[in-house]
């Protein structure tokens, strides 16, 4: 529906003829051809009769018009709201067929319907963004700039390589065997870059933990453990109100100097999502990023 940027309204002479006409035609037919008598009366003024009946009837419907021209204001005024809003969207007129449910993506602009008793399952793969320290105010003697990423996956769609799995499975005393057995594949180099998903290794790997949330986080602190063989620091912290988990380790580079990483994994038990933050930057400048890493997992939250 088209709206014009103006709310057109009656003008007064026009609304007032009608009234007037309107009343007097009551006036007419009550006190003319069915003879009947009235009087209103204030402290300023007395009428009788027609009169009586003219007024009255004004009066009534000039509060009716009142209201149903506050009404139409009002309608006018959320069709105005609502087409402004859809532009503001950026959505085409579209109608969504009966049992169906509209699925909007407005961040790649995207919009269809899909039949209301199927349900969507997440599928969410995607790097929400690089951060990094603005490389012109970095102190001095500083060549590396803190910077921090965030990854939504869906457990679904998380995996491992085999070559990590490997070396989780050996860290976990499961040998070769079992784990070619438990995989129902050959452990050789030409298939290490093979992607195993996360939901089979929660079992196959024996992973300690009562709920998905507990064995998710342990997995993911075996494969930092198995991949990286560095010295972990672990610890509980709450983001959005859930229980998350935070590694935190140190990365050699040889003569350069080392690098603090920390690594804070939450799952959405509700969209069975997983955010990971990783948060990177040089080992002097470890407390400005433990100030940073605060401050951004304070600000987060999940709906």
């Not at 067929?97 to 969410?124: G, N, T």
Request: charged share 20%.
């Amino acid at each position: 529906m088209n709206t014009p940027d103006k709310i057109r309204r009656i003008h007064p002479l026009l609304a007032l003829t009608v009234l007037c006409f309107l009343a007097l035609s009551a006036a007419y037919v009550l006190f003319g051809a069915l003879s009947s008598s009235g009087i209103v009366k204030n402290q300023y003024v007395e009428f009788g009769g027609a009169a009586a009946g003219f007024f009255v009837a004004l009066i009534l419907l000039q509060r009716w018009y009142r209201a149903m021209e506050s009404k139409h204001v009002s309608i006018t005024q959320l069709q105005h709201e609502n087409e402004e809003l859809r532009k503001r969207a950026h959505l085409p007129q579209f109608t969504v067929p009966e049992s169906f449910a509209a699925f909007i993506d407005h961040e790649h602009s995207l919009l269809f319907c899909y039949p209301k008793q199927w349900k969507k399952v997440p599928l969410i793969m995607a790097v929400q963004g690089v951060f990094k320290e603005d490389a012109s105010r970095l102190r001095s003697g500083d060549a590396f700039p803190g910077q921090f990423n965030v990854v939504v996956s869906s457990s679904g769609q998380q995996t491992y390589l085999l070559r990590e799995v490997c070396q989780i499975a050996a860290a976990q005393n499961i040998s070769a065997e079992a784990l070619e057995k438990q995989l129902d594949v050959r452990l050789t180099p030409a298939n290490q870059e093979l992607e195993i998903p996360l939901e089979r290794l929660l079992d196959i790997l024996g992973v300690a933990g009562t709920t998905k949330q507990q064995k998710i986080y342990e997995l993911n602190y075996l494969a930092i453990e198995a991949i990286t063989g560095a010295e972990l620091r672990r610890d509980i912290e709450v983001v959005g109100g859930i229980e998350s988990l935070r590694v935190e380790w140190e990365i050699d580079r040889g003569d350069l100097e080392p690098l603090v990483q920390i690594q804070v994994c939450t799952y959405l038990e509700k969209t069975d999502l997983t955010v990971v933050f990783t948060f990177q930057d040089n080992l002097e400048d470890r407390d400005s990023m433990q100030t940073t890493c605060k401050q951004v997992l304070a600000s987060a939250r999940f709906w």
